[in-house]
């Protein structure tokens, strides 16, 4: 099983599964950061819903900190893999009828 293709590139299932799992360890690394440093409990007062119990506000958090690792993580892989071309014909071929 070849996990590169021939031209060097990753093959897009890669890239996504790569993106989702070390945006998901690094929401939960801050999470676990933040809510140590910040109880759920005193956010109430800046938000318009306070009805909110810690396990939601610990659910919200961890779902905002992946959307946001995620999005870091897409912007880097585009950035530094980008796509490949898809093959040009040759312009001037003299093969053309």
Known sequence: MQIWDTTGTIPRPQRVAAILWLSFLMAG???GIFFSLIDPMELKYCVDFPEVNRT???SVGFLLFWLLTGTSSMLAVFF???CA???EAPHDSPDRN
Do not use: E, K, V, W
Request: net charge negative; no cysteine.
């Open 56 to 58: 939601a506000a610990y």
């Open 85 to 87: 071309d898809g093959p």
């Open 29 to 31: 690394i801050a999470t």
């Open 80 to 82: 530094t893999h980008p």
